[in-house]
């Protein structure tokens, strides 16, 4: 049973850090590309950052570039986003995504909840 569990999000004060977690199993995890998405309500699903299967490669969203920054443990099947420098407008819907491109196979979190608010 494939399972993206993600952890880590509240309530937090502009200027503050947040790091979330996203737990997998039940596939082969070091195969899989990941990425962080968040959405607010009544907006599309943004991707914020991307990491490949090795770690090698990391894009970011240009609105959080500098100030988040996306890391995976294999041996721990565990993708991290470690967010710094909150601002309100990061307030949102946090989701862990994992993508085998040649496969064509993806899978979703259920998404955490990020509040930036004083």
């Known amino acids: 049973q494939v399972q993206l569990v993600e952890s880590g999000g509240g309530l937090v004060q502009p200027g503050r850090s947040l790091r979330l977690s996203c737990a997998a199993s039940?596939?082969?995890?070091?195969?899989?590309?990941m990425s962080w998405y968040r959405q607010v309500p009544g907006k599309e699903r943004e991707l914020v950052a991307f990491?490949?299967?090795?770690?090698?490669?990391?894009s970011y969203a240009d609105s959080v570039k500098g100030r988040f920054t996306i890391s995976r443990d294999n041996a721990k099947n565990t993708v991290y986003l470690q967010m710094n420098s909150l601002k309100p407008e990061d307030t949102a819907v946090y989701y862990c995504?994992?993508?085998?491109?040649?496969?064509?196979?993806?899978?979703w979190g259920q998404g955490t909840q990020v509040t930036v608010s004083s």
């Open positions: 995504y994992a993508r085998q491109a040649t496969l064509r196979v993806d899978y």
């Open positions: 990491i490949t299967n090795g770690g090698i490669f990391k």
């Open positions: 039940g596939f082969t995890f070091s195969s899989y590309a």
